[in-house]
Each structure stands twice: as structure tokens, then as C-alpha cells.
Antibody, heavy 115, light 109 residues
Framework: QVQLQESGPGLVKPSETLSLTCTVS????????WSWIRQPPGKGLEWIGY???????RYNPSLKSRVTISVDTSKNQFSLKLKSVTAADTAVYYC?????????WGQGTRVTVSS | QSVLTQPPSASGTPGQRVTISCSGS????????VNWYQQLPGTAPKLLIY???QRPSGVPDRFSGSKSGTSASLAISGLQSEDEADYYC??????????FGGGTKLTVL
């Protein structure tokens, strides 16, 4: 059974870098695409970007200048870094399997940007 | 403002058939596949429909999807109380990247 688990700080200060990791179990990360998606409080879903195990990435154009997604195949993990965060980046962050068709999701991790 | 347009709310009584629309353009729905997600309160979204009208294993056949031109629809027949959730459509856009609808909150009266 495929499982994804997000981990990382729940509180980030404005202007700093948000860093999250998604650990995949029950499947090799060296197949499929892997994505990050976020959901601000009370709002809808926003795709952040995806990565393939080769390192190929694609980002949401609205976040592209601040986002980096990387993969560590030895640990079966992929990570998200979002720099220069503001209160608008406060959200529940999900990792998911797929680049368009997201068939497995993590439970989500809430990240608050506040001083 | 979302690239794909959904009604913010929908409702129905148990047993009824409800449809949720998702309007896009030729650069997203009109030329790419559409997926639908169900998000129960306090949980992560779940893939409900993929490739317009395919159901993942375990999704009841009460749920169906369709597409016409630059719009897509999700239909739920035999509405049940456990269907009360937020529903999102998604497609590949020309940004490029995945674009979501704003979501539709379904209430079972």
C-alpha cells in the first residue's frame, strides 16, 4: 500500500525559507511523478509543482521564482523549498503521487508563516 | 480567481442526482484530460474520476464524469449523506501546469 508522509516545521518566519519533505513507502520513488499541492485556510487547492526521479521538474509559474523541488532516491523522499515566504504562503501542504492525476496523497501538514 | 470555474455550492436530497460543472477553455479542458477530486471534511483530497470518466478502484459507480467542449461535469446519482464534501476539478493548463477549479461544496439536505 502506497503511503506518503509530509514532515517539516509547522511555523516559518516571514522572509525565510519553508522546507518540507515527503517520505514515500510502499512504492519506489523511481517511478511516476511526484507533486506538491497546497491549500490555504478555507480556500481551494493550488498545484505547486512536480518532480520525476530523474530530477526533471515543472513548477507553477506563479511560484516558479521561489520554489525548488528535489528528490533523494536513496531515501525514497522528495522535498519542497519555498523561499521568501509571506503570510500568503500559510496553508496545508500536501505531497501526492502523480504529475496531473494524483492518486495517492499524504495527510497534509499545516504551515503557518508568522513572526 | 481559479482558471477553472465551478459553482461554489450544490445541494441535493438523499437519492437524488446532482451534477457539478467545471468550465474552462480550449487551452485546458478543451485539449487535456480532466480529473475530479473529493475532499471530505478535515481530510486530504481523494482521486474520484480521471481521464474524464474513469473511476479508480473502490469508487462507486454512482460517480461519473463527462466532458463537452471546454466544460466538464461530475454527476453523483443516488446521493448519500457521506457524499457531503468539497469537489474539485483539475486539468493541465497552458501555463503550463496543473490548474484546479475553485471547488464546489456539496450539501446533502
Amino acid at each position: 500500500q502506497v503511503q506518503l508522509q509530509e514532515s517539516g516545521p509547522g511555523l516559518v518566519k516571514p522572509s525565510e525559507t519553508l522546507s518540507l519533505t515527503c517520505t514515500v513507502s510502499g512504492d519506489s520513488i523511481s517511478t511516476y511523478y511526484w507533486s506538491w499541492i497546497r491549500q490555504p485556510p478555507g480556500k481551494g487547492l493550488e498545484w505547486i509543482g512536480y518532480i520525476y526521479y530523474t530530477g526533471r521538474t515543472r513548477y507553477n509559474p506563479s511560484l516558479k521564482s521561489r520554489v525548488t523541488i528535489s528528490v533523494d532516491t536513496s531515501k525514497n523522499q522528495f522535498s519542497l523549498k519555498l523561499k521568501s515566504v509571506t503570510a500568503a504562503d500559510t496553508a496545508v501542504y500536501y505531497c501526492a503521487r502523480g504529475g496531473l492525476q494524483f492518486d495517492y496523497w499524504g495527510q497534509g501538514t499545516r504551515v503557518t508563516v508568522s513572526s | 480567481q481559479s482558471v477553472l470555474t465551478q459553482p461554489p455550492s450544490a445541494s441535493g436530497t438523499p437519492g437524488q442526482r446532482v451534477t457539478i460543472s467545471c468550465s474552462g477553455s480550449s487551452s485546458n479542458i478543451g485539449s487535456n484530460t480532466v480529473n475530479w477530486y473529493q475532499q471530505l471534511p478535515g481530510t486530504a483530497p481523494k482521486l474520484l474520476i480521471y481521464n474524464y470518466n474513469q473511476r479508480p478502484s473502490g469508487v462507486p459507480d454512482r460517480f461519473s464524469g463527462s466532458k463537452s467542449g471546454t466544460s466538464a461535469s461530475l454527476a453523483i446519482s443516488g446521493l448519500q449523506s457521506e457524499d457531503e464534501a468539497d469537489y474539485y476539478c483539475a486539468a493541465w493548463g497552458d501555463s503550463p501546469g496543473v490548474v484546479f477549479g475553485g471547488g464546489t461544496k456539496l450539501t446533502v439536505l
